[in-house]
């Protein structure tokens, strides 16, 4: 189901020793304007928002996550910027007080990997086929027609192990499965685990993608991957 409770306290540091760009994020989310009111689905720690908050100023900025002690970490994150809210919450779920013109997730719930020059094959931390369907049902019913919606764009998924900023040894470890794949995440110091998560994805070629999301009324933008950290639906109906 996608939880990181176990990662949350670490998670700032895995991230910011070079796992997202999240200035380049934040860069591509802006070549969206104009836009009021924006909704981060899958937003963990805060980190996007926080840059985005910093950059521009719009009439407000949601996030929304599953994960308690992720969201925790965001909250001390944003709490000077008065019209950003938190809210904890599954987006199978998904119960907000307006609609929204854009909408993003960036290694949240949803995301596509590129794999060279392959199609892009959308990858879901929901591993049940009908609740990525309430999800997208959900998510459908909080943004207006005509408004915007980014999922992240990143690279292949391989094992393997570094040193990040602080000298903590990261490692990650990916299984295939039936539908998708098992990502065990691990953090290591001085030789002692620190830390283990683990997360199953579910995974939809590119047609069984926009399929999916097509039910929901989102329509794909077709245009060039090239520097791009988002692929673009837009709501059509
Ligand atoms: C890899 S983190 C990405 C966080 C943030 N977007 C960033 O770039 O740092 C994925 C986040 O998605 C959240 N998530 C996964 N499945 C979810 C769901 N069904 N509903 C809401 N949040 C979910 C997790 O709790 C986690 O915080």
Redesign the pocket.
Known sequence: ?????NM?AY??VI?TSGY?D?KL?VDNLLEHEPYQHVL?????????LEELAKRKHVESIMG????QS??SIAHERLKGFNNLTLSN????Q?SLDKQYDLVF?????WYFVIDGDREPFLV???ADPV?NEQ?FAQLSKFMIKGSTLLL?IQGPHFDYEKAISNGMIYSQKIDPCEDGFIKHYYLADKGQNLMAQT?QYRTYDFKSAQKLLGTYGFEYQVESHKDKLFLRFIKVS
């Open positions: 189901m996608g939880d990181y409770t949350s998670y700032d991230m997202y999240y994020i981060e689905i899958g937003c963990g720690t805060g980190l996007i929304v996550d599953l994960t992720m969201l919450q599954n987006v199978t998904l997730s960036y290694g949240g719930v879901s931390h929901i609740a999800g992240g997360v």
